[in-house]
């Protein structure tokens, strides 16, 4: 065997796995190591965004996630008699302007299952029950041993990039030595999947239940499947939540036991942390390895996913285009920000949800606590990277998702079309779109797709045309992020010289 990779991947959970299958796609040769030999069985990811499955469109996943999940229909947080405190969101019926409904709900080991299926069918390289055992970052590539589980005998293998998506506790980071930030809401909790015998009589909306007893969140997974999560308070023995009857005590306010089989519990501690780099030389954490929230806002997976498209695209970018290294820089740079907004306010839910259940009266719980959890429910866009000028700008939707075209028939979308943009930058306008000669030749280097859109797509996508009104020439990267866009002010020219430098 070859022990020379473009990128090893250490940890084939869902990060990992998306991170694999998208260098894969690129073209790069790719190792994937997990110490398991299967995917992972315990309760975890339930939902998957919006912008979840635009992503997942690049492999060709995102049939596995619809084929086995259901819309959300809403979400909000309720007092001890399950009565919504203030307005439920309504989220059902809604398309974004990624094209998906707002989130849906999954069933993990089905999607697990037949993502590991499609990565077998694959040019990677996977090897199970092999473990991350040292790691030497070097100046243009990385050495690294791992041990085969099995027989216990120890390889060594060069890469030219090591992706850590081996989870929370991150042998990567660690052997990286690698500080974590805490965020400071470190707290038990035991997740509960059961599976209805009986028809549903369950609401479809996601609470968070705000019980001066217990808080607790209710989920209604895809049917046959519910999922509730429990605190676990300090002075309580973790123990006696392992126990079936203790859990049907909880849940009895919604079913009776002759309702439903347990099939999966643990116990978790949720942490808000975030690592303090997520790039050091030639090494990468990705996903949990790179930050952990408590799963209130259902956006772990997703920031893990977010993760390996930012910093596949631009691996690719260097490796096979023949980019800068330094453009790698811009991965941390503009991932880490994001993701701790997604721990900050994941635990502000859980934070949220302690105070209404504390209060005496629900009107005075503090207004910045209310912001931060339901704050959760809009995501920011990225800010400092690779944008116009280093820096988003709202004048030019710069740092912004490009919405994605979509084909309707008889009110219902039959076509998502981010295939329109290429798998390169794109240069997106509603007029023709001339380049300067000299520009071509970086623009070929950048794989630049040139797209115009017309009048009837224009008409059937009013997302897209409020951005083209902001300006001329828009600018997408290949994870369909606007760059920036030429208008009044600054001219395609300018765009593209500024990106020349940041890329080179
Ligand atoms: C109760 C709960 C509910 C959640 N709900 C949601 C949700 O609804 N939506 C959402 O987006 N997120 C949710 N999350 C978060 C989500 O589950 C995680 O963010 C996600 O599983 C992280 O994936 P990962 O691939 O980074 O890490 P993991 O899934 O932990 O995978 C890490 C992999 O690395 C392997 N590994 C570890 N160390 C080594 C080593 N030294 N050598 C080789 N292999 C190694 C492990 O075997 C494992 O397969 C939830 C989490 C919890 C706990």
């Not at 992503?55 to 909000?76: F, K």
């Not at 590539?141 to 992706?163: Q, T």
């Not at 347990?262 to 808000?272: E, G, T, V």
Request: aromatic share 10%; with cysteine.
């Amino acid at each position: 065997m070859n022990h020379d990779y473009d990128v090893a991947i250490v940890g084939l959970g869902p990060v990992g796995s998306f991170a694999a299958l998208l260098l894969e796609k690129r073209g790069l040769r790719v190792l994937a190591i997990d110490r398991d030999k299967e995917i992972y069985s315990l309760p975890r990811a339930v939902s998957i965004s919006d912008q979840g499955l635009r992503m997942t469109q690049e492999v060709d996943i995102e049939d596995i996630y619809i084929r086995n999940s259901s819309e959300v229909g809403g979400a909000g947080f309720v007092d001890e008699n399950l009565n919504f405190i203030g307005e439920a969101i309504n989220l059902k019926g809604f398309t974004t302007p990624n094209g998906w409904a707002p989130m849906r709900f999954f069933h993990q080991p089905y999607t697990d299952k037949k993502i590991r299926k499609k990565i077998e069918g694959t040019s990677i390289t996977t090897l199970l029950q092999h473990e991350l055992l040292n790691v030497k970052n070097r100046e243009k590539d990385v050495l690294f041993s791992i041990k085969n589980l099995e027989d216990s005998s120890e390889v060594e293998y060069s890469c030219k990039y090591l992706i850590g998506a081996d989870g929370g506790s991150s042998t990567l980071r660690k052997l990286l030595k690698i500080t974590q930030e805490d965020l400071d809401y470190n707290r038990d909790w035991v997740i509960v999947d059961a599976e209805l015998t009986a028809p549903n009589r369950l609401d479809d909306k996601a609470i968070q239940v705000c019980d001066p007893e217990r808080i607790g969140t209710f989920i209604p997974a895809h049917l046959p499947f519910r999922r509730w999560e429990f605190i676990i308070y300090e002075d309580e023995d973790k123990n006696d939540f392992q126990d079936d009857k203790k859990i049907q005590e909880l849940v009895e306010r919604w079913l009776n036991p002759e309702e439903y089989k347990i099939i999966r519990k643990a116990i978790y501690q949720f942490h808000s942390v975030l690592a303090h780099d997520f790039r050091q030389g030639n090494c990468f954490l990705i996903g949990d390895a790179a930050h952990q929230n408590p799963p209130f806002m259902g956006e772990g997976m997703m920031s893990g996913y977010r993760d390996a498209f930012n910093l596949s695209w631009k691996i690719s970018y260097v490796l096979n285009n023949g980019f800068s290294d330094a453009l790698l820089d811009s991965y941390q740079q503009e991932r880490r920000p994001h993701a701790k907004f997604v721990v900050e306010n994941s635990a502000g839910i859980g934070e949220l949800m302690e105070a209404y259940a504390q209060a005496e009266d629900h009107n005075d719980v503090p207004q910045e606590l209310i912001a931060k959890g339901y704050g959760s429910f809009v995501l920011p866009n990225l800010d400092e990277g690779l944008f116009f000028e280093g820096k988003a700008k709202e004048s030019m939707a710069a740092g912004q998702l490009f919405p994605q075209i979509v084909v309707y028939k008889d009110g219902e979308i039959m076509e998502r079309r981010d295939d329109l943009f290429g798998e390169g930058f794109t240069l997106i306008s509603k007029n023709e779109i001339t380049i300067n000669e000299v520009y071509k030749d970086f623009l070929n280097k950048l794989n630049c797709t040139y797209l115009t859109l017309d009048n009837e797509m224009i008409i059937s996508n009013p997302w897209a045309a409020d951005f083209l009104e902001l300006g001329d020439v828009f600018v997408i990267r290949p994870d369909k992020y606007i760059y920036g866009c030429s208008g009044n002010d600054v001219s395609l020219e300018q765009i593209i010289e500024d990106l020349k430098i940041r890329m080179q």
